[in-house]
């Protein structure tokens, strides 16, 4: 069965850096595009990132341009997110997304990042 498994989150001073990995399993990963999303306490889910499936082509919200950077290693089926300059307004969950797996929408259990001093 498809899984996604995110890891990588967690406290964080104003300024700093984490990256967040998502591992997949149960589907050919090197054929579909990956996302990842967030969700802060009271709002909706929000698009962060998005990457094509050979690592090619890349977007990002404007709130996260130029600070956070999608990547990929499809041959540890594996996404990234290399998140820089951390805000307190980054504080959400994380989430793994991979859209129309066979049709499906997937997603993981997600991640808490916590950016406080």
């Known amino acids: 069965q498809v899984q996604l498994v995110e890891s990588g989150g967690g406290l964080v001073q104003p300024g700093g850096s984490l990256r967040l990995s998502c591992a997949a399993s149960?589907?050919?990963?090197?054929?579909?595009?990956m996302s990842w999303y967030r969700q802060a306490p009271g709002n909706e889910r929000e698009f962060v990132a998005r990457i094509t499936n050979s690592g090619g082509y890349t977007n990002y919200a404007d709130s996260v341009k130029g600070r956070f950077t999608i990547s990929r290693d499809n041959a540890r089926n594996t996404v990234y997110l290399q998140m820089n300059n951390l805000r307190p307004e980054d504080t959400a969950v994380y989430y793994c997304?991979?859209?129309?797996?066979?049709?499906?929408?997937?997603w993981g259990q997600g991640t808490q990042v916590t950016v406080s001093s």
């Open positions: 149960g589907f050919t990963f090197s054929n579909y595009i």
């Open positions: 997304y991979a859209p129309r797996v066979l049709g499906v929408d997937y």
